[in-house]
């Protein structure tokens, strides 16, 4: 199928406004991998027209992250969405999105200021902005979301409900390498060497899964335990949480359906991944 690609905000409000049936919406940053196109596979399952977006959205990137590295390939992109039911790719310009005068910020409190939100502060306000405005542009029936960004997909959902859009979020589970590496645009930064020490993430997750099938719940124990396999794997640790899948507020008792979610840096490279505790 070839999509048609769009890259003006007004051709795409013009081309919403006639289209009829349900629409299924994947916000994306470009640089796709199968995660990504997991999202466009359920989005074709449950939607009659799929649009997604590509935009490297600088305001979620800090003042210490180096926007004008990430990785970017359009032509790529579209040719892997060229093999999938994809209707329509938006693709604005920072120009468009950010106008000159651009003033307002869409800010979801407290839920924004935990794990990923100590350490990248203005990270939230920025997808939170940039995703109420493609929802504008896009008025989607559905969202489709990885859980890999746990954190972020709170959060959309707490905004879609307090700003009463329409829309509905749909979360899809983390998709992985063989060997249990989340897929990450970033993971393209690492080296070989520091692909094998990044896999510690997973295998902490899942270690974390064991201790708690052996009937151990105390979330510091556990956390000291993933601590020592991924300091062994030279990864600094950012954050390790136990956590409400709802509030994302810490708890010290592992249970069932709580998630752990974790930030490490390997190589200079921020990773994430989480769990559900089953
Ligand atoms: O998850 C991402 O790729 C981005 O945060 C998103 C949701 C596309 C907003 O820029």
Redesign the pocket.
């Known amino acids: 199928m070839n999509p048609k690609l769009i890259n003006s905000i007004e051709e795409m409000s013009t081309i919403r406004r006639q289209l009829k049936g349900k629409i299924g919406f994947i916000?994306?940053?470009g640089f796709l991998h199968e995660g990504h196109l997991s999202l466009v596979s359920a989005a074709e399952k449950q939607s009659d027209i799929v649009i997604v977006s590509i935009?490297v959205?600088p305001t979620?990137f800090n003042v210490n992250e180096d926007l004008s590295n990430y990785p970017r390939n359009i032509e790529r992109d579209i040719e892997l969405l060229s093999n999938m039911k994809v209707n329509y790719i938006f693709f604005p310009t920072d120009e468009q999105m950010y106008p000159e005068g651009f003033k307002t910020w869409v800010n979801v409190d407290k839920i924004t200021q935990v794990l990923c939100g100590i350490s990248r502060p203005t990270h939230f306000r920025g997808?939170t902005t940039?995703?109420a405005k493609l929802m504008n542009i896009i008025d989607p029936d559905l969202m489709f979301?990885g859980e890999k960004?746990f954190q972020?997909l709170v959060v959309l959902k707490q905004m879609v409900k307090d700003l009463n859009f329409r829309t509905k979020i749909v979360g899809c589970s983390i998709v992985r390498e063989e060997d249990g590496l989340a897929l990450s645009s970033r993971n393209k930064y690492l080296t070989n060497e520091g692909r094998k020490k990044a896999l510690c993430l997973n295998k902490s997750l899942l270690l974390a899964q064991k201790l708690f099938s052996e009937d151990i719940r105390s979330s510091n124990k556990i956390i000291s335990q993933m601590t020592i396999l991924i300091e062994d794997n030279e990864g600094i640790i950012d954050y390790i949480e136990v956590i409400d899948q709802e509030s994302l507020e810490h708890i010290s008792e592992l249970k069932s359906g709580c998630r752990i979610a974790l930030a490490i840096i390997v190589e200079n490279t921020r990773l994430i991944d989480n769990i559900k505790i089953i």
């Open positions: 916000p994306t940053m935009f959205n979620q997808v940039i995703v979301m960004d972020q």
